[in-house]
């Protein structure tokens, strides 16, 4: 996914109901589970540009550049594994809170391991979700519904904001 | 006649229910004093018994109350007429039942009697009169007195000292013999007084003690030295009963007297030759000649001469052998001088000519001047603790010999904790001399770590008498380095159960406790590559295992054949190592750290397992009962791996012709309880019975029973981390018992 390098910019803030194409990144060195991923967002209908990142090194990078350059497209989610190469996910999450646009940015935390250490990570770092890998394929799908609900919620939470701004 | 009789009359006559002929009739045939007076106690009537008991004939209608006489009470005072029994009663008052009075004739003599004097009233119950009956009771009083006046004569009569002593050691009276022996002039110089004050200052506790006793209710006797008042010291011997005093306290009556020297040097001397008699040793007498004056039954025993044979003889003479002759001498010369012999052993001769080994005390006699006449000779027969000696030193002996052939090191010490014996092996090991005492340095070869814990340890052993055992290090000169040994010491006790000594042992345990520590960190680290094996192993299995999947439900309609068949096996697999890994993963969690110390009721336990399996018991229609269970201090995962795993095999392992009956149960053995899972399933061949609880040990493929064999070797590790034993007993094709045991 070349370091997400080029990020259409999405269909604008939609209504309820409407498509909208969400900017959503992955940080994930397996390949096989990035592909699982885009099975679960696909079976799910969660129109996306879905950009993935192999390690924590890299993944920090581009959420600096995103974050510096107003004119890049904004993240709507963070997909991070939190056993990365280089960097760990908890360096990669930390690095996200610590930007000025990507501060509220919601987080799935993925995880192959069952491990309070890592859980608390991820809550310590504002994750909405913690998502341990199951073993079975209709399990894995299940992740497509949980991003979904979970970008239908921010993108609610934005109207609302929205609306009271203009009035 | 009773009061209550004469009631009974007076109540008839007044009513005319018997003629007054017959009252008087009766009245006079009574041997009683009888009389009626009215109400100002003026006679109206007496019988004949009255006339004679008082000694005058009466006038009716003057006299009052029969009394003419005198009249005194008990104690010898005037009773006035307004006051006697008859006039009390008759201004409403009463009289004591049975008192007594006095009463004087006409002539001057006197007599006792008792009056049961009671009223008349009419029909407003106004007193009209009274009726009194007199019982002489003169004779019996007599008897009395006679009887006091001969105890009297005798208490101040005889030698002995009678005396009546009060709780608190007031002397409440004593006799004249009695007054004399503590030198009083007269009873009213010491009765009133205590009495302790005439006991010796070195008897008065025990007189004390013995007044309190017998005044408690005990007779006794107890001898005691008083010092008189003229300051004279007497030797008493006493014996005492307890006696009721006439104010209710039981007071001490005692019959007290002197015993003379002259008895107490008798009595002495009994004793003492009681004593020599019975004694085990020989114990002579002898003049400064050596010329035998006395010779007890020992002797006779002893050296066999009876005590004919043996007075008049000398000593050298009869019992000492020809090449001891010089002792006597010698020892004749020590006891002129004044001298004592103590414990001199040597030998003496019997009379029929054997020697015999003895221990001679002798001491010098004095006569009353003070000048030594002769000797008293003690002798025991050394001859038995002679042997015993000898013994103890040859088994000493034995001992030092097997010590120092043992590879361990060997010590002794004593019941105050300090070592007094090594064997060879620890002046090896330490290169210490054997010039300083034995206990001298160990402490200098001890690791600094183990020094603080091993002196407590000993401490306590030694105070306690308990058993001792302690790991330490001691420092190997050798090798220059630091060697752990295991030190053990048991207490030695005499018959009494006093600890003579302490037996101790140190032996090496470095290399078996180096191979013991390898071991445990192996294990750790098996355990450590298990645990992260089976960990990091899920993750490659489970991209298998999903894309599997993935491949078989978008794919499967474009395979055929082969295709479809490889892609089952290649699902068939990632499932079946998905299993194995999960319980590789429970097999290396059974660890010693997770046993904790809770307790668990194994019928809760058992509930939960049952839920768990809950889906497969209905699939199969198992029957599954339990006997009653206990609680025990197991982990609760632990057991409930343990009854999960059983039953699960009992349920896999059914037999194809009937369903699955199973029955689950405990009993207390040994301090063990054995539990027993026992089912009607195919049975397990003898041959296999030991290999099933090995890792990954499978009877059958996986085709017809799946699993990992790894179930069975979880079951064998936990039971082994309670140090438990796991088997089974089985008949193949009937049925298997799966039993296991846990601690209490």
């Known amino acids: 996914m070349e370091g997400g390098r080029a990020m259409k910019r999405g ?157 | 006649m009773t009061a209550r009789g004469a009631q009974a009359l007076t109540a008839l006559a007044p009513r005319g229910e018997i003629s007054d002929t017959v009252f008087r009739g009766l009245m006079d045939a009574v041997p009683a004093a009888i009389y009626v007076t009215d109400a100002e106690g003026r006679l109206t009537y007496f019988n004949d018994a009255a006339v004679k008991l008082s000694g005058r004939t009466p006038e009716i209608g003057t006299d009052k109350w029969f009394v003419t006489w005198k009249m005194f009470l008990a104690d010898g005072t005037p009773l006035p007429h307004d006051q006697c029994p008859m006039a009390v009663v008759l201004k409403g008052g009463e009289v004591p039942a049975g008192m007594e009075c006095i009463a004087e004739r006409p002539d001057g003599t006197r007599f006792w009697f008792t009056s049961f004097p009671a009223v008349l009233r009419d029909a407003q119950g106004r007193i009209t009169g009274g009726i009194n009956l007199l019982v002489d009771t003169t004779d019996r009083r007599k008897a009395e007195i006679e009887a006091s006046e001969q105890f009297r004569t005798i208490v101040e009569t005889t030698p002995e000292c009678v005396k009546i002593v009060g709780p608190d050691g007031t002397l409440l009276f004593m006799n004249r013999s009695g007054l004399e022996m503590i030198g009083a002039s007269c009873a009213e110089a010491v009765v009133g007084k205590s009495l302790y004050d005439v006991i010796a200052p070195e008897d008065r506790e025990h007189f004390r003690e013995f007044n309190e006793m017998v005044c408690g209710g005990e007779e006794g006797a107890l001898q005691f030295e008083i010092v008189g008042l003229n300051g004279e010291r007497q030797h008493m011997e006493t014996y005492a009963a307890p006696l009721r005093h006439t104010d209710g306290t039981t007071v001490q009556l005692a019959v007290t007297h002197e015993i003379s020297e002259r008895r107490r040097a008798e009595r002495n001397a009994l004793l ?111 001859t038995e603790s002679k042997r015993i000696r000898s013994a103890l030193l040859e088994s000493e002996a034995r001992f030092r010999q097997l010590a120092d052939t043992m590879p361990q090191i060997v010590w002794t010490a004593g019941s105050d904790g300090l070592v007094d014996y090594y064997n060879e092996r620890w002046y090896q090991f330490t290169g210490f001399g054997r010039i300083l005492p034995a206990d001298a340095n160990w402490e200098s070869i001890l690791h600094p770590d183990d020094v603080q814990r091993t002196r407590e340890s000993w401490s306590a052993a030694v105070h306690s008498g308990q058993p001792y055992n302690i790991e330490y290090r001691f420092f190997d000169r050798q090798e220059k380095r630091w060697r752990w040994f295991v030190a053990r010491a048991v207490a030695v006790r005499d018959v009494t159960g006093n600890i003579v000594k302490w037996f101790g042992t140190c032996t090496d345990i470095d290399d078996q406790k180096r191979v013991e520590d390898e071991l445990r960190r192996a294990d750790e680290d098996l355990q450590q590559f298990a645990f992260s094996a089976s960990h990091d192993l899920q993750e490659p299995l489970r991209t298998v295992k999903i894309y599997s999947e993935l491949l078989t439900r978008r794919y499967s309609g ?86 999960q795993n059983l039953l699960g095999n009992a349920i896999k392992y059914r037999s194809p012709e009937r369903p699955p009956i199973i029955r689950i149960g405990a009993e207390r053995q040994n301090g063990y309880w054995v539990f027993s899972v026992a089912d009607n399933g195919i049975g397990i061949e003898p041959e296999y019975k030991e290999n099933i609880f090995g890792l990954f040990k499978r009877l059958h493929n996986s085709d017809e029973y799946p699993g990992t064999g790894i179930g069975l070797a979880i079951c064998q590790r936990i039971v082994d981390r309670y140090h438990g034993r796991i088997w089974v007993e089985s008949e193949p094709g009937r049925g298997s018992i799966f039993r296991f045991t846990l601690p209490v």
């Open chain 2, 272 to 382: 003492l030759s009681a004593i020599v008699d019975s004694s085990d040793d020989a114990i002579i007498s002898k003049n400064l000649d050596g010329v035998i004056m006395s010779w007890n039954k020992s002797s006779e025993r002893l050296f066999g001469y009876t005590a004919e044979e043996a007075i008049g003889q000398t000593i050298a003479s009869l019992i000492i052998p020809d090449d001891r002759q010089d002792e006597e001498p010698e020892i004749l010369a020590r006891l002129r001088m004044g001298e004592r012999v103590d414990h001199f052993e040597t030998v003496r001769r019997r009379k029929d000519g054997s020697r015999i080994d003895v221990s001679l005390t002798i001491s010098p006699v004095k006569n009353a001047q003070g000048v030594i006449i002769g000797a008293s000779k003690i002798a025991r027969d050394v």
């Open chain 2, 558 to 643: 474009k395979l055929e054949g082969d295709g479809l068949k490889f892609l089952r096996y290649v699902t068939n697999g990632a499932t079946r190592m998905e299993t194995l890994v999960r319980d590789l993963l429970t097999y290396t969690q059974v660890r010693e750290s997770d046993m904790g110390d809770n307790i668990s009721n194994a019928n809760d336990v058992l509930q939960e397992s049952l839920a768990n399996i809950s889906s497969t018991i209905a699939e199969t229609g198992a029957q599954i009962t339990s006997g009653p269970l206990p609680s025990l201090p197991v982990n609760g995962t632990h057991l409930q791996q343990l009854f």
């Open chain 1, 11 to 167: 269909g604008g803030a939609g209504t309820a109901g409407e498509t909208r194409r969400f900017e959503i990144v992955l940080a994930e060195d397996n390949p096989a589970d990035a592909e699982l991923v885009r099975e679960a967002l696909e079976q799910h209908n969660v129109h996306c540009s879905l950009h993935v990142i192999c390690d924590g090194a890299q993944a920090m990078e581009l959420i600096d550049r995103l974050d510096a350059d107003p004119k890049e497209p904004r993240l709507d989610l963070l997909l991070v594994d939190m056993l990365l190469p280089k960097r760990d996910g908890e360096a990669v999450l930390r690095r996200l809170r610590s930007t000025e646009r990507y501060a509220q940015t919601p987080v799935v935390v993925i995880s192959g391991l069952s491990s309070s250490a890592v859980e608390e990570a991820a809550i310590r770092n504002a994750a909405v979700v913690y998502f341990k890998k199951p073993a079975a394929l209709e399990e894995f799908m299940r992740l497509g519904s949980i991003v979904r609900q979970v970008l239908e919620q921010t993108t609610a939470n934005e109207i609302e904001t929205d609306r009271r701004g203009a009035a």
